[in-house]
């Protein structure tokens, strides 16, 4: 029997379907398209664990419970991964590096998520395309991020973006 996958994506053009690994270490294929990553045209880009590798075709059906995305553009993008938290429910966290002892008051950055719609976030849960890359890869290895970066919960009850 065939099998597809087991990543499933959604690309910056809205494609979604199975990474062929066949073709190239997932770890490159997931560079190559967030450096494709403009903030103008192109703006998310949305890897998971699909649900059912032996069907050919994946739909957003498919979704895992957790997954890692990205938005911005390939000079500056903002991370988050959806994950199990130790209470048995999922939560969605902003990816970002650690805050440095004795840091007061954080600047942000308004990163653009569509042509109208961008997302406040923190200096430092700002990454480039190789950095971002780098945390992608990490969760296809291991279904999480790094223990060397902090993970910011995003409160879904409020508006997460704003206008452009």
């Known amino acids: 029997m065939t099998t597809y996958g087991p990543f499933a994506e959604t690309t910056p053009r809205g494609q979604t379907g199975w990474i062929d690994e066949r073709r190239r270490p997932i770890s490159e294929h997931v560079r ?5 990553l ?3 045209s192109r703006f ?3 890897v998971w664990r699909g649900s059912n590798p032996e069907r050919i075709v994946v739909t ?3 979704d895992a419970e957790t997954f890692i995305q990205a938005a911005g553009s390939a000079e500056a993008m ?8 130790e209470d048995g429910d999922h939560h969605l966290y902003t990816i970002g590096r650690k805050q440095t002892a004795g840091a007061g008051t954080e600047e942000t950055v308004l990163v653009p998520i569509g042509p109208d719609r961008s997302v ?5 849960e700002i990454f480039s395309a190789d950095e971002a890359a780098e945390i992608f890869a990490a969760f296809t290895r291991t279904d999480t ?10 409160d879904l009850s409020v508006a997460q973006s704003e206008p452009r």
């Open 32 to 36: 190559a398209v967030l450096g494709k």
């Open 38 to 40: 403009d903030g103008t």
């Open 44 to 46: 998310t880009y949305t």
């Open 60 to 62: 957003h059906d498919d």
């Open 78 to 85: 903002t991370v988050e991964v959806r994950l199990r938290g």
């Open 120 to 124: 406040r976030v923190l200096l430092r």
């Open 145 to 154: 991020v790094p223990e060397a970066y902090a993970r910011r919960e995003l």
